[in-house]
């Protein structure tokens, strides 16, 4: 996964939620665009649940799957 892969995925109108799995298996939830930031060679996700963020390495990413639509 690249950074112009992800900003393409972000910028998609309308834009569709999604899922980020990593390898260790751990997966987070993109459902508002502007969350994230994509840098040089990582991505920065702040989280919907408070005051929490993350960063997450592009090598690190294992799929991006969308989200069924609720």
């Known amino acids: 996964m690249t950074g112009e892969e992800l900003r393409e995925i972000l910028?998609?109108?309308?834009?569709?939620?999604?899922?980020?799995?990593?390898?260790?298996?751990?997966?987070?939830?993109?459902?508002?665009?502007?969350?994230?930031?994509v840098m040089r060679s990582r991505l920065f996700l702040a989280l919907a649940n408070g005051d929490r963020w993350v960063f997450i390495p592009f090598l690190h990413i294992a799929a991006v799957e969308a989200l069924s639509a609720a």
Not at 18 to 25: C, D, P
């Open 11 to 37: 910028a998609r109108e309308p834009f569709e939620p999604f899922r980020i799995r990593l390898g260790s298996g751990d997966s987070y939830e993109i459902r508002d665009p502007q969350s994230v930031a």
